[in-house]
């Protein structure tokens, strides 16, 4: 008797498939709808590891299954293939990064090929292609022509070890490297930037439209990170200087409580603050600044720590009470946030508390905690034996005194105008003093930044900017794109501050062949970030030469349907990607606004409860994998883990068992006995509900993504036809056909070799991936019945046919019900009934 091999049945139907090619989107004249599913694109770094084989066979499901519903499916494939990995690795083992870049991309593809993802390989991309970074520098320039990127001198993320600036995203909360792990400084350089923060409000409104398709985490991870802050702008004079400082407030209402000013001392305000000071102060100022140079972001966001600053010997004036108060410099405030400057309102406001504490300064209070506020009720906290704690006397909530800054709400007071207000109230009233007096307005804050997007490495996207010796910024004319890379052979890629290329003399040295001037390349290239935010649309329209895109191609299969990937891009990847979309929707060329209407983050594969990692001698090789049990095991072992969005431990899956599996299937096809034109009304109406049964609900599980309860489902409608295979009309009921064609179309979807072979032995053409979906039959839906038999006094006078779950009201109401009881009832009383559901009622009359 034939055995199922998976070797055989890859090798038989792998080739074939390669002649079909039943996954090419958008064919001419194909007219089912649309829909476009979308893997976040691998990095070549070596071969595919075991996080790929999820997230891919994860979206190769959503794919299939919606082929399988009628839909023209787009699910293709590329690489994120710039960067500094490849860089590295080349820097360590003397080859060209683009060797190692295109030799892995080459592995890879061989592994993808084996392990059968429905991609459109015809459409296929490496963002390394000059092709592709062709369309990053003409994005540049488009943007550039709008004002959206620009230079500018700032302090930036430095990582020492790479020598390389870093997008804030990039700095991890413990202020080190994301990529190198070392401990990132701040450094004074002039880079590129994308004005992303021109967006924050329409990134962070437009979040609403995604609430319920995108994993609640990361909206709400995407909230925060824009960090948008509603309050005030206040401008302050100051005494002997020109200009007034601003400072933003979300608390205006506590202008009155403001008893000093803090600037950041590395913002630029301070520098102009201490200009004409006394060398004592300047002095003061200077080695404070140079301390606070080398504190981390971190340190110097953490509320614990002591609170230094250095007195400038200067004085603003509030510009509501007229009183003058004076101007410190700490590094608690934030040169890149708001205005770098805030007016301290110590009673209120925990860090300014801390500080005035520190320095003596006078701490005001003018929101009264303790007086009530209409419809809010005072807070009020209980002791274990739920006694109110309530203060002694009014000083115990001092401020000046318990160290503890008041930030509830209550009634203004030492306010003038604002006496008496709540603090929503007075925040109002505030606002419109400050606009009446031209001296402050409302405003808002966000905690994003502008995108820096200069790198100092190689293997990147030159930026197409040329610089004049008079510092005059000329943009490459779009005609000269693609600025390609120069070849790396002479270049020395480590890192040492500067980027490599503008040692590529030959390269970097242009002639204006207008002014015959000597102009400079920009040396730098683009964070890959860039290449990222679009490359879902070069997808649409891969060889195309002439655009990035088609906005054609774009209106028809864009945004994405359905995005699968990693939550270690729920911020950066996706608000990029989000960006460059509204940038390219206000530049015409796309007619939507969000680029992924869906997305699913799949957990991670661990081992033994933890992270997969070499370093810790705990990696499953998925090439070993594959090689010992074969694409389908492998898929749907992954598909059968648990919640796609659970982490899975490999050490609690059972391969084998899904082998298994996948063998009792294939050997109910190969059983089938009747032809492909049997009528399947003849068959066993048990084993056919049971199939349609599953045709009613498959659907919808594999759309809320519970693919781990559809093969639970498969396995037991698989068991139950082998049971009527075994017995009963056995392999020629057309039941048993019908249950197989059933299975068989929905294992494509986890295990596409198998159910290839399947469909072969069923009678049919390849590709089971063309196979369509059947509807459940709505008659086969309804349950079975049972006979319940009616007694009066002892007598059977009625049957009924019921659900088998019929509730004993029910049944009762039917027995009670029914004209042949009624008969038997004539001038009687029933003074009894038992129901026994679903078999009997018994009812008992006067007699
Ligand atoms: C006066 C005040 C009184 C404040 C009060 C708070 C409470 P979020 O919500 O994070 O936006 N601030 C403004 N710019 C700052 C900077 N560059 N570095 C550090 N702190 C800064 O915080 C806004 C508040 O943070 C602002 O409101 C300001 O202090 C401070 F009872 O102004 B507030």
Same mark, same amino acid.
């Given at each position: ?312 010997? @200067?004085? *603003? =004036? ?10 410190? %410099?700490?590094? #608690?405030? $934030?040169? +890149? ?90 925040? @109002?009233? *505030? =606002? ?10 409302? %405003?808002?804050? #966000?905690? $994003?930044? +502008? ?397």
């Amino acid at each position: 008797d034939e055995v199922y091999d998976f070797r055989a049945i890859q090798d038989r139907w792998l080739p074939v498939w390669d002649e079909l090619e039943p996954f090419r989107a958008g064919r001419e004249g194909d007219v089912r709808p649309r829909k476009y599913i979308l893997d976040m694109f691998p990095y070549p770094s070596g071969d595919l590891h075991m996080g790929h084989a999820e997230a891919f066979c994860f979206g190769d499901i959503v794919s299939r299954y919606w082929r399988g519903q009628g839909f023209d499916v787009l699910h293709p494939i590329g690489w994120d293939s710039f960067g500094l990995p490849a860089e590295n690795a080349a820097i360590k083992r003397g080859i060209d990064p683009r060797e190692w870049t295109y030799s892995n991309i080459d592995q890879q593809k061989k592994s993808f090929r084996l392990y059968a993802p429905s991609f459109d390989w015809s459409r296929v991309l490496h963002t390394s292609d000059p092709e592709y970074y062709k369309w990053n520098q003409w994005l540049f320039l488009e943007m550039y022509k709008k004002g959206l990127a620009y230079r500018k001198a700032s302090w930036v993320n430095w990582d020492p070890v790479d020598q390389t600036v870093l997008a804030n995203e990039q700095v991890l909360d413990d202020g080190t490297s994301e990529r190198s792990g070392a401990v990132v400084v701040k450094k004074k350089l002039t880079q590129w930037y994308f004005k992303i923060t021109d967006y924050a409000d329409r990134l962070l409104d437009d979040l609403n439209q995604l609430e319920g398709a995108w994993p609640a985490k990361v909206l709400s991870m995407q909230r925060n990170w824009i960090g948008r802050s509603i309050g005030a702008e206040v401008d302050f004079e100051v005494e002997g200087h020109p200009e007034k400082i601003s400072v933003f407030t979300t608390r205006p209402d506590t202008l009155y409580g403001a008893t000093f000013m803090v600037v950041a001392p590395d913002a630029d305000l301070a520098a102009d603050l201490v200009a004409e000071a006394t060398p004592e102060v300047a002095e003061a100022f200077q080695s404070y600044l140079t301390a606070v140079q080398k504190t981390s972001e971190v340190d110097r966001q953490n509320a614990e720590r002591e609170k230094t600053g250095v007195f400038l010997h @200067r004085y *603003a =004036i509030n510009p509501v009470s007229g009183e003058r108060i004076p101007i410190w %410099a700490a590094d #608690y405030v $934030l040169a +890149d946030y708001g205005h770098g400057a805030v007016m301290a309102v110590p009673a209120h406001d925990q860090r300014d508390l801390d500080f005035a504490r520190q320095f003596d300064l006078p701490v005001r209070v003018v929101v009264d905690t303790t007086a009530p506020v209409t419809g809010v009720l005072p807070v009020i906290e209980f002791d274990g034996e739920g006694v109110p704690i309530l203060p002694d006397d009014i000083e115990s909530i001092d401020p000046a005194v318990t160290g503890r800054a008041l930030t509830g709400d209550g009634r203004l007071t030492n306010s003038g105008p604002l006496n008496g207000l709540s603090k929503t109230n007075a925040i @109002r009233r *505030a =606002i419109e003093v400050l606009e009446e007096r031209g001296t402050g307005r409302s %405003a808002k804050t #966000y905690r $994003l930044r +502008d995108w820096l997007i200069s790198r100092q490495r190689y293997w990147g996207t030159p930026i197409p900017i040329l610089h004049g010796e008079d510092g005059e910024l000329i943009p490459v004319p779009q005609e000269q794109l693609p600025v390609r890379l120069p070849a790396s052979e002479g270049l020395d890629l480590k890192p040492k501050g500067s980027s490599p290329l503008g040692a590529a003399d030959a390269w970097a040295t242009v002639v204006d062949p207008d002014t015959g001037r000597q102009l400079r390349r920009d040396p730098d290239t683009m964070d890959t970030f860039v290449d990222s935010s679009w490359y879902y649309l070069r997808f649409l329209s891969a060889q195309d030469g002439t655009q990035a895109f088609d906005p054609a191609e774009a209106e028809k299969w864009a945004p994405v349907d359905q995005y699968v990937g990693g939550v270690e891009h729920a911020i950066l990847h996706l608000l990029y990607a989000r960006f460059i979309t509204k940038v390219l929707c206000d530049l015409g060329y796309v007619n939507f606004t969000e680029p992924f209407s869906a997305v699913l983050n799949q957990g991670m594969v661990l081992l033994d409860g933890s992270k997969m990692s070499k370093s810790k001698g705990n990696l499953v090789e998925f090439a070993d994998e594959l090689d010992e049990h074969g694409a389908d095991a492998l898929r749907l072992t992954l598909a059968f883990a648990g919640p796609p969005e659970e982490d899975v431990d490999w050490a609690d899956v059972s391969v084998h068992g899904s082998a298994k599996f996948l063998a009792r299937a294939w050997r109910v096809a190969k059983d089938v006995s009747s032809a492909p034109d049997v009528d399947w009304k003849k068959g066993d109406q048990a084993l056919r509900r049971h199939t349609h049964r599953f045709l009613a609900e498959a659907p919808g599980l594999t759309e809320s993504f519970k693919f781990n309860v559809v093969v639970a489902r498969l396995m037991e409608l698989t068991n139950v036809t082998r049971k009527v295979i075994d017995s009963g009309a056995g392999p020629a009921d057309p039941a048993v056909r019908e249950a197989a064609e059933v299975i068989t179309v929905a294992l494509s979807m986890f295990a596409p070799y198998t159910a290839e072979d399947m469909w072969h032995r069923l009678g049919y053409e390849a590709t089971v991936a063309n196979a369509q979906w059947r509807k459940a039959s709505p008659t086969l839906l309804v349950e079975e019945s049972v006979t319940a038999i009616i007694q009066v006094d002892g007598k059977v006078r009625d049957r009924v046919e019921v659900s088998p779950k019929i509730s004993v009201e029910d049944l009762e109401a039917l027995a009670r019900a029914s004209e042949a009881v009624a008969r038997a009832t004539v001038g009687r009383q029933i003074v009894n009934v038992i129901v026994r559901a679903p078999k009997i009622v018994n009812i008992a009359t006067t007699t």
